[in-house]
């Protein structure tokens, strides 16, 4: 079993590294828990969209674009019908 030799020096490193720490998963938990909901806007579809098209004019990833305008209007498929109504989220 090791002895401690000098307290206060001790204290201190521990101290420190709690603080340390302490801050990384402050800094870690707000990236983490900072998830903001999606807005949507509704687009009515036109002839020759495709959840491809659909996705491709916003700014973000298309694939997951695709995903997500599956889950939030009930998808099973990718087909989409001239007329429908889906929610898109507002990435643009």
């Known amino acids: 079993m090791m ?3 000098n ?3 001790f204290i201190i490193v521990v101290s420190f590294l709690l603080i340390a720490v302490i801050s990384l998963f402050g800094f870690v938990g707000s990236k983490v828990f900072s998830y903001t909901t999606p807005e949507y806007h ?3 579809v ?3 969209d495709t959840l491809w098209s659909i996705a491709a004019k916003g700014s973000g990833n298309i694939n997951e ?3 997500q305008i599956k889950q939030v209007n009930s998808l099973t498929s990718s087909c989409i019908y001239v007329g429908q109504e889906l929610l898109v989220p507002f990435v643009y």
Do not use: F, N, P, Q
């Open 3 to 5: 002895k401690i030799v």
């Open 7 to 9: 307290k206060k020096r």
């Open 42 to 44: 509704l687009l009515v």
């Open 46 to 48: 036109s002839e020759g």
């Open 65 to 67: 674009t695709i995903y």
